[in-house]
């Protein structure tokens, strides 16, 4: 975590004073979700000297960002990270490439600097979240109102920190389908999978403790794990999974207490695992006494039938911890989602749960179990299914009639991510300027490591947010812009730096 800060240049050149400077830059990294709730940041002297300014600096830059909400101070404690980030701040119009992806502070800087731009003409290829006008909106307000002429008042009392009993009933019975066998009392409710990976990492986690994940990986797990001062072990992927070798080598070297990984289109790549190697992974992390944390991404978008099992369907001693959220096929902003948690981990994750917000919005709950019980969800999933699974083919069939050969893809099956490694002769971060200039943006694949890449030439496109007709023209203008700098480089020996 301290390299994050000791990452930040402030410029002593500059009109603005540097605290102001520091202020603005520690905020930035607290909306983006670099900087989680609840974290310490560093200590004065400590922060003074990792920066090698004065601790009038710190004491100045820590006041503003308290006066401005960011973060809190406890007496005899230090100055902590606020639960609620002032949305004051946010210029939404600029920054909508989606914070839920993109977390580091090169890529605000570039959206703030004016070098990436997102307007409603943007081909955006960055986002794996659903457009609103997608979002059920007429049935979720039907189930809302029921719920409140139903409930009444009691729809705005905290529920059990667990959830409300009636939704982790429904949840189990959504379970079921994709043979995990649950009960309610393991069900726990949360808001979103962010919040899943965070309450689990508060609650098993220690400053130096291991956690492996696969590289590359979805990169709000990498901040929160790194959030928690704990220290991440990457194994990479081939075509059917984790290179198991490295693996176990990781689990016997390293001791880590959790793996955390996206055995199904997995998010950046689309690689789903083999079910072999699913069962192999699940004995490997009880042969190291290590949990799972499966996070089921978007295994329900199966367009070519391929059937994989969740490693939870196959956990006979309670070693999986089962994340899914519903942002990616429902509304991201109502930020729902659950855990299956093993029994003898219970007590730490509700305790955890109970630490970070008491308990998930009531309303939103008793709402949601209305709208699972009604029928809608599996009516809104088929919609959702159907809009991807066109898009899904639209993508693979640009990308075939217009990439270049030197770049490389594979057909994940499903999932919304397609995975481009790009010839080394285009800079993923002039390619990015350049496609943003013709309105295109798209996930440079740096962002999703956990550490600086050897590889750097690849980049994640999403066609969850493109409209069907787009897809084309924009996977058509941004194999012409490869195009283009590759051939830059074969003809003048140097790379184009726009």
């Known amino acids: 975590m301290l390299e994050l800060f000791k990452s930040i240049k402030l410029d002593k050149d500059s009109s603005t004073p540097l605290y102001m400077q520091l202020s603005d830059k520690i905020a930035e990294m607290i909306e983006s979700g670099v900087l989680l709730a609840d974290l310490k940041l560093p200590s004065i002297r400590r922060m003074s000297s990792l920066l090698n300014v004065n601790s009038v600096t710190i004491v100045s830059c820590y006041k503003q960002l308290e006066a401005n909400g960011y973060v809190h101070s406890r007496p005899g404690s230090g100055t902590y990270v606020s639960a609620v980030v002032p949305s004051h701040r946010i210029n939404y119009s600029d920054r909508n490439i989606i914070l839920d992806e993109l977390y580091q502070i090169d890529d605000l800087d570039l959206i703030n600097n004016g070098h990436i731009k997102i307007n409603e003409n943007t081909i955006n290829f960055a986002s794996a979240t659903p457009e609103s006008n997608l979002f059920p909106v007429e049935n979720f307000k039907l189930v809302l109102n029921e719920v409140l002429d139903r409930d009444l008042g009691n729809a705005f009392d905290y529920q059990d920190s667990q959830g409300f009993y009636p939704l982790r009933s429904s949840v189990c019975c959504l379970l079921e389908k994709r043979d995990i066998t649950c009960s309610e009392e393991n069900v726990q409710i949360i808001s979103g999978a962010q919040q899943g990976i965070d309450i689990i990492a508060k609650a098993l986690l220690r400053q130096g403790d291991y956690v492996i994940t696969e ?8 901040a929160v794990f790194k959030s928690r001062g704990a220290e991440i072990a990457g194994v990479p992927l081939t075509g059917d999974g984790p290179d198991l070798n490295i693996l176990e080598y990781n689990l016997k070297k390293y001791k880590p207490k959790l793996i955390y990984i996206i055995p199904s289109f997995q998010n950046p790549t689309g690689i789903s695992y083999s079910n072999e190697k699913r069962k192999e992974i699940l004995a490997l992390a009880e042969k190291y006494n290590a ?6 991404y978007v295994s329900g978008l199966d367009f070519e039938n391929m059937d994989f099992k969740p490693i939870k369907s196959l956990d006979k001693s309670d070693r999986v911890i089962f994340l899914k959220s519903f942002s990616k096929i429902f509304m991201p902003g109502l930020r729902l989602g659950f855990m299956v948690v093993p029994s003898g981990l219970k007590g730490y994750i509700i305790e955890a749960k109970h630490a970070t917000d008491i308990s998930t919005s009531g309303l939103i709950q008793r709402a949601f179990d209305l709208y699972i019980r009604k029928g809608m969800w599996d009516e809104h999933f088929k919609l959702m299914f159907d809009i991807y699974k066109e898009r899904y083919y639209k993508t693979i069939k640009a990308l075939e009639s217009f990439l270049p050969q ?5 057909k994940p099956g499903g999932g919304l991510n397609i995975w481009l490694d790009l010839p080394s ?11 943003s200039a013709e309105n295109i943006v798209f996930a440079p694949g740096r962002i999703f490591y956990s550490s600086t890449p050897t590889k750097l030439n690849n980049i994640r496109l999403s066609f969850a947010a493109v409209h069907t007709g787009e897809i084309e023209r924009g996977i058509k203008k941004l194999s012409e812009l490869i195009s283009y700098f ?3 480089k074969s003809l003048t020996g140097n790379v184009p730096i726009l």
């Open 215 to 222: 590289s590359p990986t979805y990169t709000g797990a990498i």
């Open 291 to 296: 949990y799972i944390i499966e996070d089921d």
């Open 406 to 410: 030197n770049v490389q893809f594979h």
């Open 425 to 435: 002769s285009c800079l993923v971060s002039s390619l990015l300027k350049a496609a």
């Open 486 to 488: 590759d051939r830059s």
